[in-house]
């Protein structure tokens, strides 16, 4: 018999996306959002108002807001333990998540997650997961239940580049592309795992060249532009839903601060961050977008700053104030009751 001839399709980069003053303003105000959420739950955390592990996504807030606004709620999102901006991106309260980072019976997960396994299924988002990569195979899983009910959604199932070489991924790469399943690999790579740059713990660090061998197409766009992002999921997005089976976007990203809330992120230089910082911040760029049009002024967009410190300062009080959860608590949503 003959072998298989068939040859990879080619990866590709996306162009961007204009955006209209509206959409450029709507960006703004949930990256902002994201970003200025973040930076109290790091406060709060030194305050010793949260406790556990925390992993912040301050850098990173294009990448998730630009794949939201490219997909419909119907479309289920997946990711790992760094998962606050995609349940705000989500539409999931900022109260809410932020009382499920201080353990409170309110919070979006009555206190049981915390900082790294929150849920919504309500808003189609499907955790928040501690273990490096474990969310791919849940995300493949997730899209095969798609398939098999004959949807049109598609899963967008996030992970990092510390994730990228994990065994688990290239075996749900390899089950997707054999079931054409409708999901969209999403890889934002911030450049460091855990400590280590991603030139010395892969041999390939174009991750979206990763599922080449197996006939899987990939993408790659500057993840700290909003409208990049955005045009490289509607790519990906009408791909996977015409029925093509997977694709992968390889989301090129900066993350700010440490691997978790204990890095001290020693391991790269002080100028590299600044620079990123004044160069390429998302919030920044999309900012300056918009002021550069000329349709929206300076002083519209000092409305919606203050607008977001508000509902901010509102979620951290409500997050203080909220009550702890009973001791009988923890036996309850641990099993499922069945009636025989």
Not at 70 to 90: E, F, K, Q, V, W
Not at 122 to 147: N, S
Not at 226 to 246: I, W, Y
Request: glycine residues 10%; contains cysteine.
């Amino acid at each position: 018999m003959a072998a298989n001839k068939r040859q990879p399709k080619l990866a590709q980069e996306t162009v961007s996306y204009e955006g209209t003053p509206a959409e450029l303003l709507k960006f703004y105000r949930e990256m902002l959002l994201i970003r200025k959420f973040e930076e109290r739950v790091g406060q709060m955390y030194g305050m010793g108002l949260i406790g556990g592990f925390l992993h912040l996504y301050v850098g990173q807030e294009a990448v998730v807001v630009g794949v939201e606004n490219a997909i419909t709620r119907n479309d289920p999102m997946i990711t790992s333990y760094r998962c606050h901006g995609h349940m705000l991106a989500r539409g999931v309260s900022p109260k809410t998540v932020l009382a499920e980072l201080t353990g409170s019976i309110r919070g979006v997960s009555k206190g049981k997650g915390g900082s790294m396994h929150m849920f919504a299924p309500d808003y189609g988002f499907f955790g928040g997961h501690g273990i490096v990569g474990a969310q791919v195979p849940i995300g493949t899983g997730i899209a095969l239940a798609l398939k098999y009910r004959s949807s049109d959604s598609i899963c967008f199932t996030f992970f990092g580049d510390g994730a990228a070489n994990q065994g688990q991924v290239y075996e749900s790469y390899n089950m997707a592309e054999l079931w054409k399943l409708p999901i969209v690999y999403v890889i934002e790579n911030n450049q460091y795992g855990m400590g280590t740059s991603i030139a010395r713990a892969s041999a390939q660090t174009e991750f979206f060249r990763h599922g080449e061998g197996l006939g899987i197409p990939g993408i790659q766009c500057d993840g700290m532009d909003v409208l990049a992002v955005r045009a490289a999921s509607c790519e990906a997005a009408l791909h996977v839903r015409s029925g093509n089976g997977p694709m992968i976007i390889e989301m090129n990203t900066y993350r700010y601060r440490g691997h978790s809330i204990s890095d001290p992120a020693k391991y790269r230089p002080k100028e590299e961050v600044k620079e990123v910082r004044e160069t390429r911040d998302p919030i920044q760029q999309i900012r300056q977008r918009i002021l550069d049009d000329g349709e929206i002024k300076e002083e519209a967009l000092g409305e919606v700053d203050a607008e977001i410190k508000k509902v901010v300062v509102a979620a951290a009080k409500f997050a203080e104030d909220a009550p702890r959860p009973d001791p009988e608590e923890v036996y309850s949503d641990v099993y499922v009751e069945r009636n025989e």
